[in-house]
Each structure stands twice: as structure tokens, then as C-alpha cells.
């Protein structure tokens, strides 16, 4: 119902009771109200049976719906060199998912960054090679453990060159998986994955620092980049009134640290400030710091936040009214780095968010997604390849690395 049809209704609505009063003093069947009449006739007056209908109407509150969902987000996803090799050696192609099926099963839909293209050749380097490229055979377990949405935005995205690229969004379109960060243009690459389940609609932005291995030196028309800033804010800016829940995505940071690096809190701050509701980081390989971010557009207006004054703020002098999450790193999920600890590590995110539904659209405007919770799950790759939930003692010192106690935020 546009609102021309509801302003004629309520011209109408309004007309109704004027002639039911107009009537009041003449009519021997009303009494005490134009709205509230008896009659011993049997037939009546079908005005007041119209008025009636309508005062029952307006009068009805309608039921609100809530809806939910939840997500998982992954870190960096690498289907080539020694992971493909494992693959190859064991003849089974869902093997990097199967310490996790069981958390990839239970979600809406999942998340992550793939650092490896899909070029459409099998051919793949098993060493310490740092040119990527994932075996179409081997992709399976992306579709199949519901990777709805993936970042293409990383410095490996150009391994294969622009067709290897290109190839790897056709085919990914294909098999019903959305792509961000990259496209066949720049606009293109900074057209968000928009994800819609249960009602809520859900919106991934990417960027990455660099395309190819070169520190970030060449340009080009195919991913969207975290230094500029500019089409950054411009693209959620665009998206957000037609998005319920806006995640910015970055590949970008200092490799092997706990800590980001000011490129990467520029982007995230930007992205919050532009009205992203989180960010989350891939690239460093190790797990980064969380912060909780106080957006400079927020009001005591905005919705509340389950994370209210948590770390966020004036140093909690002055708590913000909504602050935002900011993961920098997720580190590797399906990696084969098992020369250290930490590159074995990871950490899985588990998202839950809501919208409260109004039935009657008359009711009033459009009412925001809430992000309810974020179950943090530390993972542990075994075997070049295959990352499981970590054990109570191993999530523990996982998460002390980066200054967490608590595995749920809410």
C-alpha cells in the first residue's frame, strides 16, 4: 500500500463517521454512539455496518513478528598448494570442512575469505609456492557447507591473472555463491553481497590492501582497495537504507602480530562511521585485538546495543549508546601454515541478529536489525588443512592471546 492509498482511506474513513453523526439525531436505531448503534431490523444500514468494519480495523493491534538469523564468519579459506595436496592424497574433496560440519550445518548461512582462485584448471603448486590456485574438484565443500557469501578481495586474487579472476566469479554466480570485493570493474567490486534469510537482509562490503603479492603496488580495475576511503563510505552510504545489517570486510594488517596496523583502523573506523554495523579482518594469519567502536553518528536515537559502554567510549567515563565490533583479524581457517602455533589458529564467529517485523505497515517506519550476539569459537587446523573446534583448555589460551575472557558477546 503506497501512501496515496492511505491517505484516499483515511479521506474515506473520515467521511464514514461524519455521516453517522449527521444521521445521529434522526436515525431511531442509534444510540449513545454514531459508532456503537442497535437495530431490531434485520437487514440494518449498511453505512454503519461499513463504519463498524472500519473502527474494528483500526482499532485491532496488529502482532509483531521477530525474526532472527545467525551466521558464521571465517577467516582466510585456501584451497591450493599443500591443502590441495592433502585433498589430493586423501581423494577427499570435503575433508578441509569436516572438523567443522556439524557449526557449518547449524547456521543461516556462512562466511568467508577465499584466497585462492578458481581459475578452471586443476593444476596447483604443493610447495612453498605463493601463486594460488584451488582445483575446481576441490571447491566442493564451499557450496556444500553453505558459503553463501565469500570476499574475493585479497592480494591472491590476480594469482591466475584477470581471466583466472573472472573465471572465479562466473563459476562461484554459478553455484548460487555471492562474491565481494571484486568484479569485472570497479563498481562492480564495490557492490555489496546482499544475503537475505528469515526476512532480514544482510550486506557484505570488501576491500583488500593489495591484488597480488606486491605490497599493495599495483592498481587496477578488479578489487575494491581498503585506502580508498572515499568509495568506502560512498558504497554503505548507498546500500544501508535498503540493508538491515551492513558487514565491512578487509584484507589488510601486519602479518604474524596481535595487533592492526593504522591502515586497517582507518578503514574500520570509516566503515562504522559510514554506518557499517560490524567489520571483520582477514590477512594477518594470526588472530587480532577486538575493539569495540563508538561511531561518531551515534545518538541516544540509535537502537540499543547488547554491547552498550562495553570497552567503548570516553574509557568508559562517557560509555557510547551503540558501539560497534571491529575483528581485525579472524586469522586461518582452512590454511596448511603449521610451522607455529599461531598460524594454526583461528577463530570462527557465530553471529546472531534480529529485526523486529511490524505485520500492519501502518504501524510505523522500518525498524533496524539488532545484532543480539557473537559466540566466539576458537578453531585449530590439523593436518595442512582442517580446522576443528578447539578444546576448552586450547580456546582459552586462544582467545588470552588477544585479551578475551569470555567466549559470548551480548
Not at 434485520?42 to 502482532?63: F, V
Request: proline share 5%; charged share 20%.
Amino acid at each position: 500500500m503506497n501512501k496515496y492509498h492511505k491517505i484516499i482511506l483515511a479521506i474515506l474513513f473520515t467521511l464514514a463517521v461524519l455521516l453517522g453523526l449527521a444521521q445521529r439525531e434522526q436515525d431511531p436505531y442509534i444510540k449513545d454512539s454514531a459508532l456503537n448503534f442497535k437495530s431490531d431490523s434485520e437487514t440494518g444500514s449498511a453505512l454503519y455496518k461499513y463504519i463498524k468494519s472500519a473502527e474494528d480495523l483500526a482499532q485491532k493491534k496488529q502482532p509483531s513478528i521477530k525474526n532472527d538469523l545467525d551466521f558464521l564468519a571465517v577467516g582466510d579459506i585456501m584451497l591450493s598448494r599443500n591443502v590441495a595436496g592433502t585433498i589430493k592424497k586423501s581423494g577427499d574433496p570435503l575433508l578441509p570442512f569436516s572438523g567443522m560440519k556439524e557449526i557449518l550445518n547449524s547456521t543461516d548461512f556462512n562466511f568467508g575469505n577465499l584466497e585462492s582462485p578458481i581459475s578452471g584448471s586443476n593444476a596447483f603448486n604443493n610447495t612453498g609456492s605463493l601463486v594460488f590456485n584451488a582445483p575446481t574438484t576441490y571447491t566442493t565443500g564451499l557450496y556444500k557447507y553453505n558459503f553463501q557469501v565469500l570476499s574475493l578481495a585479497n592480494n591472491h586474487a590476480l594469482d591466475q591473472g584477470e581471466k583466472g579472476l573472472f573465471h572465479t566469479l562466473d563459476f562461484l554466480k554459478e553455484k548460487g555463491v555471492k562474491t565481494a570485493g571484486a568484479g569485472k570493474n570497479l563498481e562492480a567490486a564495490w557492490q555489496p553481497a546482499v544475503v537475505e534469510k528469515n526476512g532480514i537482509k544482510i550486506c557484505f562490503v570488501a576491500a583488500s590492501y593489495s591484488s597480488v603479492n606486491d605490497n599493495g603496488k599495483a592498481v587496477n580495475d578488479f578489487v575494491a582497495r581498503i585506502q580508498d576511503i572515499k568509495s568506502l563510505k560512498s558504497s554503505i552510504v548507498n546500500i544501508k537504507s535498503n540493508c538491515d545489517f551492513v558487514v565491512a570486510t578487509m584484507h589488510g594488517g601486519t602479518e604474524y602480530i596481535t595487533k592492526p596496523n593504522q591502515t586497517q583502523i582507518d578503514f574500520a573506523h570509516a566503515a562504522i562511521d559510514a554506518g557499517a554495523d560490524m567489520v571483520i579482518g582477514h590477512h594477518p594469519h594470526w588472530i587480532q585485538t577486538i575493539e569495540r567502536y563508538c561511531p561518531n553518528s551515534a545518538t541516544i536515537s540509535d537502537p540499543p546495543s547488547p554491547f552498550r559502554g562495553e570497552g567503548a567510549g570516553d574509557e568508559g567515563n562517557n560509555p557510547c549508546p551503540t558501539p560497534k565490533l571491529i575483528f581485525y583479524s579472524l586469522g586461518n581457517f582452512i590454511f596448511d601454515q603449521m610451522w607455529s602455533q599461531e598460524t594454526r589458529e583461528g577463530l570462527a564467529l557465530k553471529i546472531k541478529v534480529s529485526k523486529i517485523k511490524n505485520q500492519n505497515e501502518l504501524q510505523g517506519p522500518k525498524v533496524a536489525a539488532v545484532l543480539e550476539s557473537v559466540e566466539l569459537i576458537p578453531v585449530i587446523i590439523d593436518n595442512y588443512s582442517t580446522p576443528r573446534p578447539a578444546n576448552a583448555e586450547e580456546a582459552k589460551k586462544v582467545l588470552a592471546k588477544i585479551g578475551e575472557t569470555k567466549n559470548i558477546l551480548k
